[in-house]
T-cell receptor, first 111, second 114 residues
């Protein structure tokens, strides 16, 4: 079992839809949680960075962490065609800087 | 553009050849990371540097792989005697000095081993 599991998709939604992307993890030592967006043939770009459990909102994006169930979510409101990309969840333990990534979910938003 | 840069962007080589990639981090970023990403997978950590010191290496980094950051600025990743299984995107990231600092990724070098 990989330490971070993520459904690869693709997830297809119409423009304006609310998108829910999810990851589960197995290592209780993970304390920091991130969502990266990766366009085709580009490097990952950080979207959200949260510590421990709770919610964090930034514009149309909301990240949720539930450490009791080891579940990470990213919600995208009013999705746009420009949101079409692969979304990677990533985690790390306290005291370590290296990131452990899920395999990414491909999102396709159609106009 | 003051982001992380990587060179070359694409490399095609024959099995058994040696290849070297370069990463230039964001100016004043002390930490530099190398990751490898294969098709349909997320990036996997290879190694990282704090200034010129290589502080951690993944078990994925076989003895055919070597990384350097001689002056604490740019870094090189060399793969000797390349194998078809080395075909992947090699990503470099950099961050300031604290563990909590965001890692900024470069565009990657795509390696194809024939």
């Amino acid at each position: 079992q990989k330490e971070v599991e993520q459904d690869p998709g693709p997830l297809s939604v119409p423009e304006g839809a609310i998108v829910s992307l999810n990851c589960t993890y197995s290592n209780s030592a993970f304390q920091y949680f991130m969502w990266y967006r990766q366009y085709s043939r580009k490097g990952p770009e950080l979207l959200m960075y949260t510590y421990s459990s709770g919610n964090k909102e930034d514009g149309r994006f909301t990240a949720q962490v539930d450490k009791s169930s080891k579940y990470i979510s990213l919600f995208i409101r009013d999705s746009q065609p420009s949101d079409s990309a692969t979304y990677l969840c990533a985690t790390r333990s306290s005291g370590y800087s290296t990131l452990t990534f899920g395999k990414g979910t491909m999102l396709l938003v159609s106009p | 553009d003051t982001g992380v840069s990587q060179d070359p962007r694409h490399k095609i080589t024959k099995r058994g050849q040696n290849v070297t990639f370069r990463c230039d981090p964001i100016s004043e970023h002390n930490r530099l990371y190398w990751y490898r990403q294969t098709l349909g997978q997320g990036p996997e950590f290879l190694t990282y540097f704090q200034n010129e010191a290589q502080l951690e290496k993944s078990r994925l980094l076989s003895d055919r792989f070597s990384a350097e950051r001689p002056k604490g600025s740019f870094s090189t990743l060399e793969i000797q005697r390349t194998e078809q299984g080395d075909s992947a995107m090699y990503l470099c990231a950099s961050s300031l000095s604290d563990l909590d600092d965001e890692q900024f990724f470069g565009p990657g070098t795509r390696l194809t081993v024939l």
